[in-house]
């Protein structure tokens, strides 16, 4: 069991890396595991699902085996992250590709919630005489890919509130904008900005702060722009960014826009910046919820980020306090 943990935290480290170009297609990461006569475990090969409409993670894996190492799948074990697929899409079915190189085991994350998939892909492999053990490391492989569980569970995107405030909890100064985030921690924002679908602001902070909601200060895609109005209920809002294949949103306020999400219970996850400043008077901060549960803590160059989920959830992986310098 400890080697089965050990093989699928790779297959979890691999995965992460698809994060820009795997979507809308879950991140997964595959591992391929042999086992030499002195009873020593050797990695063959190994890969992830770098790019959607290109070969998922276990295509890679095998295309990435030396030709010397093929005789060995009859004896080997493949580690996924998430259950592989079972039908035609824009590739072909993983479970028959693992079926027709005769490996002898397959260990699964967590099993896939997309409906075309949902335990039809480890059935297959079973029925192929495979031994196939599901749920290690289940909810690392859950949490990796939260968005993607998230929208087809719930069908609307993982919601991510966000805000920096001050010491003493207020959002501007004397109801003026207020540059509370340094430069590192602009950074991590336009990186979250990078990794996520789409990002929101209130009409009345559209309109007064003209935000340009872009990544500027990290690589990779724009997100969406979104400006919520009076007009717009949050309910058909996020069914409309459901049915337009949006699978995360951050929502980055004002107070006004923030407290809607919060009162109506619409909120995956909260990430709070506070700076060591502090103001007079101005907009207070948002209150968190009383079922917000903190996972994690980043000290930043002064700055602390703190990380909320719903304390409903469960426990997300546990992480350090980090410092960036």
Known sequence: MMNDEL????CLQLAANGILGARPNPMVGAVIVVTAPDGEKRIIGEGYHVRCG???AEVNAFASICPEDEALLKDATIYVSLEPCSHYGKTPPCADLIIRK???RVVVGCIDPFAEVQGR???KLRDAGIDVT???LEEECRWLNRRFFTYHSKHRPYIILKWAQTANGFIDDHGHALQISNEQTQMLNHQLRAEEDAILVGHTTDVREHPQLTVRHWYGPQPKRVVLTHQRPLPRLL???????????IVEGGRQTLESFIDAGLWDEIRVETAPITVAKGTP???LPSQAYIYNKVECRGNTLAYFIPASRGQAPQYSAVCCR
């Open 134 to 136: 599901v749920g290690v």
């Open 121 to 123: 892909g480890i059935q």
């Open 102 to 104: 005769g490996v002898r």
């Open 7 to 10: 093989y699928m935290r790779r």
């Open 239 to 249: 069914d409309d960014l459901y049915q337009h294949q949006v699978q995360s949103l």
């Open 285 to 287: 901060a948002p209150h």
């Open 54 to 56: 290109e070969g998922h």
